[in-house]
């Protein structure tokens, strides 16, 4: 891990992989199915490769793409 991306993208799917795995020992909700976290993980991969590939501003705004995913798709803050 030697760019800023690797740890942003890192923590992005930390993130995700805490949702889901909260959310996996109780009930689910209706919404929460597991191919939803699929692009939220694939869009980290991806924007981790970009910000290294030298192209931080794509990167930034991919990062921020998934981060509105989640927000609006998994919806983390929604109780069961």
Request: proline share 5%; aromatic share 12%; glycine share 8%.
């Amino acid at each position: 891990m030697k760019s800023v991306f690797d740890w942003l993208t890192v923590a992005i799917f930390i993130g995700i992989a805490l949702i889901y795995l909260q959310r996996s020992v109780g009930d689910r909700p209706a919404h929460d199915a597991v191919w939803k976290y699929l692009p939220a993980a694939g869009g980290c991969m991806l924007a981790n490769y970009v910000g290294n590939s030298g192209m931080p501003m794509v990167a930034t705004t991919m990062m921020l793409a998934v981060l509105i995913y989640v927000w609006l798709v998994i919806r983390p803050l929604e109780r069961a």
